[in-house]
């Protein structure tokens, strides 16, 4: 027999080591993106999957359950989807590690000296009433301290009660049911005071624990019970589950640690409160003090964002490393923006990225990609996501208008308008955030933002956010150098994430008559205007020159710098922009350090252009930007110069043709002498605190790190 079994598996190594059954059971030949198309939504188990940074927290929290007098309740809180359930496996693995010496100076291990008991509230409400689920938490709880005891009669005497408490729960159903005063039955089940089938279910557990914990050949030194979940139930249930397990919170060696969303506890107690306000607040916090006696935040704002979203978009194939290294500056900044630092938005964007992904890939209906570079899709519709998933409602704008630089007042006006007293609010908001904020509302499409958000009551409280990543989509992915298509941009973009919004995208972008009359008209003045500037700058030595297509139509042009390629030109028939420059590098420091310096020498560039300069900058944007000022006196600096008259586009014309050869003339000049300073010359005439330039190899500076 044997010899026949040796002969067997003699064989089956054999075929093992053959090049067909290695071709069998390989997994290349399966879908290339079979593996690591999605993101699953479990907790992250151990102590080495630390992927958001929160091993210190585990520790420290393990540490102090290990050596704090009991009982004490520690109660984890954040909201839904912010990584509490990982946090509370993660200190599970640290009380199970190592070796413990506890009392009779015995040697214990970790996992036996600390007898975790974990309860998971939303599995114990699965069809049940909340009644009878706050007894089956109860029943769990009490059954995981009697498998330590062992004795049969009080495992039998606590049953007793365990199944008193359950014919009140399903008599409080049937009675609430029925519309009895369930309220009251409730009040009676769980008030120590007028029934003591609570109180001698505590007193029993009490002493239990007490003969496990003092018994010496029990290597048990106390009990953590994990409750998790409660911010699944109803809010109201929620709080009934605390009120209940409060009673028993008092049990001796016995440490409770909660994960729940205070703004759940919140919700729960308005029927009893009313709506919280600064007067009763302390009420509400009152009672969740009552039973928390430590509270612990989640640290969300120290995750390491960077690192958790670049892990991701790599792990769906999104991004590879060396291009997503190139957008962690513009990314880190929109998600913080839209979805924010909880884990689980953060998961859903990314399973709906890799969707688009899959979708476009075999989709050959949207049309225009062949034009257009896929990095820049990509980003754009990654944005459109976060905003789809943050601002549904601004999404919607997005695809009845995709190109939001269009944006103004008469586009506001007739998605919705107010009158009356609402209007003056309006105005009143509008120049607070024009004055208080106005690198945010200082272009026609960032007003009317505003107008929209304030008009249809759309998350005004979040408009400066909106405002700044659509600026991350206009200014940091697409960019200067493709403003010309960014309408493309947009609509390729929008088609694809489409496939993940609740809108309909057909019905969004349907136009009426007088819609597509406007738009043409629009257009034909917009070939005109390009025209007229194109037989100006052909005939000189400027970026612009023969450089103009006769059918152009675009809201803005842009052309690189003849001595530097992160610079760029610009023209724009928003009286807002004017001319221009921008600066755009991967790393944010070297645009922003050579835009300082350009503000340092703003009143020789004023002199020699004869117009007043304006500068966007920020040391955390990949983009930055210097305006110019149109001189011509008789027009206003807001809106488009196709909504002017004929007279007045002729002179924002001829106001281009005398600024603009000026302008580029004496910023080549100073950009020939930003780049042959020495680090210590440009730091002394750099604000302190900016940026400083580090000198390079060859002597030529180059921006560094701002010093701390």
């Given at each position: 027999?044997?010899?026949?079994?040796?002969?067997?598996?003699?064989?089956?190594?054999?075929?093992?080591?053959?090049?067909?059954?290695?071709?069998?059971?390989?997994?290349?030949?399966?879908?290339?993106?079979?593996?690591?198309?999605?993101?699953?939504?479990?907790?992250?188990?151990?102590?080495?999957?630390?992927?958001?940074?929160?091993?210190?927290?585990?520790?420290?929290?393990?540490?102090?359950?290990?050596?704090?007098?009991?009982?004490?309740?520690?109660?984890?809180?954040?909201?839904?989807?912010?990584?509490?359930?990982?946090?509370?496996?993660?200190?599970?693995?640290?009380?199970?590690?190592?070796?413990?010496?506890?009392?009779?100076?015995?040697?214990?291990?970790?996992?036996d000296a600390y007898c975790v008991i974990k309860i998971n509230t939303w599995e114990h409400?699965?069809?049940?009433?909340?009644?009878?689920?706050?007894?089956?938490?109860?029943?769990?709880?009490?059954?995981?301290?009697?498998?330590?005891?062992?004795?049969?009669?009080?495992?039998?005497?606590?049953?007793?009660?365990?199944?008193?408490?359950?014919?009140?729960?399903?008599?409080?159903?049937?009675?609430?049911?029925?519309?009895?005063?369930?309220?009251?039955?409730?009040?009676?089940?769980?008030?120590?005071?007028?029934?003591?089938?609570?109180?001698?279910?505590?007193?029993?557990?009490?002493?239990?624990?007490?003969?496990?914990?003092?018994r010496a050949e029990n290597p048990v030194e106390r009990f953590v019970v994990f409750i998790?979940?409660?911010?699944?139930?109803?809010?109201?249930?929620?709080?009934?589950?605390?009120?209940?397990?409060?009673?028993?919170?008092?049990?001796?060696?016995?440490?409770?640690?909660?994960?729940?969303?205070?703004?759940?506890?919140?919700?729960?107690?308005?029927?009893?409160?009313?709506?919280?306000?600064?007067?009763?607040?302390?009420?509400?916090?009152?009672?969740?003090?009552?039973?928390?006696?430590?509270?612990?935040?989640?640290?969300?704002?120290?995750?390491?964002?960077?690192?958790?979203?670049?892990?991701?978009?790599?792990?769906?194939?999104?991004?590879?490393?060396?291009?997503?290294?190139?957008?962690?500056?513009?990314?880190?900044?929109?998600?913080?923006?839209?979805?924010?630092?909880?884990?689980?938005?953060?998961?859903?964007?990314?399973?709906?990225?890799?969707?688009?992904?899959?979708?476009?890939?075999?989709?050959?209906?949207?049309?225009?990609?062949?034009?257009?570079?896929?990095?820049?899709?990509?980003?754009?519709?990654?944005?459109?996501?976060?905003?789809?998933?943050?601002?549904?409602?601004?999404?919607?704008?997005?695809?009845?208008?995709?190109?939001?630089?269009?944006?103004?007042?008469?586009?506001?006006?007739?998605?919705?308008?107010?009158?009356?007293?609402?209007?003056?609010?309006?105005?009143?908001?509008?120049?607070?955030?024009?004055?208080?904020?106005?690198?945010?509302?200082?272009?026609?499409?960032?007003?009317?933002?505003?107008?929209?958000?304030?008009?249809?009551?759309?998350?005004?409280?979040?408009?400066?956010?909106?405002?700044?990543?659509?600026?991350?989509?206009?200014?940091?992915?697409?960019?200067?150098?493709?403003?010309?298509?960014?309408?493309?941009?947009?609509?390729?973009?929008?088609?694809?994430?489409?496939?993940?919004?609740?809108?309909?995208?057909?019905?969004?972008?349907?136009?009426?008559?007088?819609?597509?009359?406007?738009?043409?008209?629009?257009?034909?003045?917009?070939?005109?205007?390009?025209?007229?500037?194109?037989?100006?700058?052909?005939?000189?030595?400027?970026?612009?020159?023969?450089?103009?297509?006769?059918?152009?139509?675009?809201?803005?042009?842009?052309?690189?710098?003849?001595?530097?390629?992160?610079?760029?030109?610009?023209?724009?028939?928003?009286?807002?922009?004017?001319?221009?420059?921008?600066?755009?590098?991967?790393?944010?420091?070297?645009?922003?350090?050579?835009?300082?310096?350009?503000?340092?020498?703003?009143?020789?560039?004023?002199?020699?252009?004869?117009?007043?300069?304006?500068?966007?900058?920020?040391?955390?944007?990949?983009?930055?930007?210097?305006?110019?000022?149109?001189?011509?006196?008789?027009?206003?600096?807001?809106?488009?110069?196709?909504?002017?008259?004929?007279?007045?586009?002729?002179?924002?014309?001829?106001?281009?043709?005398?600024?603009?050869?000026?302008?580029?003339?004496?910023?080549?000049?100073?950009?020939?002498?930003?780049?042959?300073?020495?680090?210590?010359?440009?730091?002394?005439?750099?604000?302190?605190?900016?940026?400083?330039?580090?000198?390079?190899?060859?002597?030529?500076?180059?921006?560094?790190?701002?010093?701390?």
């Amino acid at each position: 027999m044997c010899f026949f079994m040796r002969f067997f598996f003699r064989l089956v190594y054999l075929y093992c080591t053959t090049p067909a059954c290695r071709r069998v059971f390989s997994t290349q030949h399966l879908h290339p993106m079979a593996q690591g198309i999605s993101v699953t939504d479990v907790p992250h188990t151990g102590i080495d999957n630390d992927i958001l940074g929160t091993r210190s927290y585990a520790e420290t929290l393990a540490e102090f359950i290990r050596s704090c007098d009991t009982p004490i309740t520690i109660g984890i809180q954040g909201e839904w989807g912010s990584g509490k359930t990982s946090l509370l496996q993660m200190i599970e693995a640290y009380l199970e590690q190592n070796e413990f010496r506890g009392s009779y100076n015995r040697v214990t291990q970790g996992k036996d000296a600390y007898c975790v008991i974990k309860i998971n509230t939303w599995e114990h409400s699965i069809l049940r009433s909340p009644e009878e689920s706050l007894i089956s938490i109860l029943t769990e709880i009490s059954e995981n301290i009697l498998a330590k005891d062992g004795q049969w009669e009080v495992a039998q005497k606590t049953k007793k009660f365990l199944g008193k408490l359950a014919r009140g729960a399903v008599s409080i159903g049937a009675n609430a049911a029925l519309g009895g005063g369930g309220g009251a039955l409730a009040a009676d089940l769980m008030d120590a005071g007028e029934s003591n089938t609570i109180k001698e279910l505590r007193d029993t557990l009490d002493k239990v624990v007490k003969e496990v914990v003092g018994r010496a050949e029990n290597p048990v030194e106390r009990f953590v019970v994990f409750i998790d979940d409660l911010d699944r139930l109803e809010p109201v249930n929620a709080v009934k589950a605390l009120e209940l397990l409060k009673n028993i919170f008092s049990v001796g060696h016995c440490v409770y640690v909660l994960a729940i969303d205070y703004q759940v506890v919140v919700k729960g107690l308005k029927g009893k409160f009313g709506e919280i306000t600064e007067a009763n607040e302390w009420e509400f916090r009152a009672f969740f003090d009552k039973i928390i006696q430590v509270p612990f935040m989640m640290p969300i704002a120290r995750y390491r964002l960077d690192d958790y979203m670049q892990g991701l978009l790599q792990q769906i194939g999104y991004y590879d490393k060396k291009t997503i290294g190139t957008h962690v500056s513009w990314l880190t900044r929109l998600i913080r923006l839209t979805v924010g630092y909880n884990p689980r938005s953060l998961k859903r964007m990314v399973n709906s990225l890799s969707l688009i992904n899959i979708h476009a890939k075999n989709d050959s209906s949207v049309s225009g990609m062949d034009k257009l570079d896929l990095d820049i899709i990509k980003g754009v519709s990654l944005s459109l996501v976060c905003i789809q998933i943050t601002y549904p409602r601004l999404f919607e704008l997005l695809m009845r208008s995709p190109n939001f630089t269009d944006w103004d007042s008469d586009f506001a006006a007739k998605i919705s308008s107010v009158d009356g007293d609402e209007k003056g609010a309006l105005e009143k908001a509008l120049a607070h955030a024009v004055e208080h904020y106005g690198e945010d509302f200082d272009e026609d499409w960032e007003k009317a933002l505003f107008l929209l958000t304030w008009n249809m009551r759309i998350q005004r409280h979040r408009v400066i956010e909106m405002s700044k990543a659509l600026s991350i989509i206009k200014d940091d992915i697409i960019t200067d150098r493709h403003a010309e298509q960014l309408a493309e941009y947009m609509s390729v973009s929008l088609a694809r994430s489409a496939v993940t919004s609740v809108v309909s995208f057909e019905n969004a972008l349907q136009t009426d008559d007088e819609d597509r009359e406007k738009a043409g008209a629009t257009k034909r003045l917009s070939m005109e205007f390009w025209n007229g500037l194109r037989g100006f700058f052909d005939g000189t030595q400027t970026c612009f020159a023969n450089s103009i297509r006769p059918a152009t139509s675009v809201v803005s042009l842009s052309r690189k710098s003849p001595g530097d390629e992160s610079i760029s030109y610009y023209v724009s028939q928003r009286l807002s922009s004017f001319i221009g420059i921008t600066a755009y590098s991967v790393d944010p420091t070297e645009g922003y350090a050579l835009l300082q310096f350009l503000k340092k020498n703003s009143n020789e560039i004023e002199a020699a252009i004869g117009a007043k300069v304006r500068f966007k900058i920020d040391p955390s944007n990949t983009s930055q930007e210097m305006r110019v000022v149109c001189p011509a006196d008789t027009l206003k600096e807001r809106g488009n110069v196709l909504n002017l008259s004929a007279g007045d586009r002729s002179a924002y014309g001829k106001s281009i043709i005398e600024v603009f050869p000026k302008l580029e003339e004496v910023v080549e000049r100073k950009l020939g002498e930003y780049r042959t300073k020495s680090a210590e010359e440009l730091a002394a005439e750099i604000d302190p605190g900016v940026p400083r330039p580090e000198a390079a190899e060859d002597n030529r500076p180059v921006a560094g790190t701002a010093e701390a």
